[in-house]
């Protein structure tokens, strides 16, 4: 069974930066492309960022492309997520996820793709 633990959320004020880790157990870690999401209260899940599972291909939301940087360590099973200029409209609920299926060609930045999802971890940006 793959486990997913997201960490470093947390409150911080707006123009601050923050990095969220998400350690993945249970299966090859390095053979699946990870991905970010988050829910901020009263609105649906979105995409966030999302990388290969050789970490070559990255691709960002247009809302925090230039600000957030996805990577992976895959020695240490664990992606991350570094989160700078934070704004008040990042607040949110962040949630990793791991892909589907082995190997996938790309990245992915649709939610149904991913079987496997971490508890969350909440991120409060304040102005």
């Given at each position: 069974?793959?486990?997913?633990?997201?960490?470093?959320?947390?409150?911080?004020?707006?123009?601050?930066?923050?990095?969220?880790?998400?350690?993945?157990?249970?299966?090859?870690?390095?053979?699946?492309?990870?991905?970010?999401?988050?829910?901020?209260?009263?609105?649906?899940?979105?995409?966030?960022?999302?990388?290969?599972?050789?970490?070559?291909?990255?691709?960002?939301?247009?809302?925090?492309?230039?600000r957030?940087?996805?990577?992976?360590?895959?020695?240490?099973?664990?992606?991350?997520?570094?989160?700078?200029?934070?704004?008040?409209?990042?607040?949110?609920?962040?949630?990793?996820?791991?892909?589907?299926?082995?190997?996938y060609?790309?990245?992915?930045y649709?939610?149904?793709?991913?079987?496997?999802?971490?508890?969350?971890?909440?991120?409060?940006?304040?102005?």
């Amino acid at each position: 069974q793959v486990q997913l633990v997201e960490s470093g959320g947390g409150l911080v004020q707006a123009g601050g930066s923050l990095r969220l880790s998400c350690a993945a157990s249970g299966r090859a870690f390095g053979s699946y492309t990870m991905g970010w999401f988050r829910q901020a209260p009263g609105k649906e899940r979105e995409f966030v960022a999302t990388i290969s599972w050789s970490g070559t291909t990255t691709y960002y939301a247009g809302s925090v492309k230039g600000r957030f940087t996805v990577s992976r360590d895959n020695a240490k099973n664990t992606v991350y997520l570094q989160m700078n200029s934070l704004k008040p409209e990042d607040t949110a609920v962040y949630y990793c996820a791991q892909h589907s299926r082995p190997y996938y060609r790309d990245t992915s930045y649709f939610a149904r793709d991913y079987g496997f999802w971490g508890q969350g971890t909440q991120v409060t940006v304040s102005s």
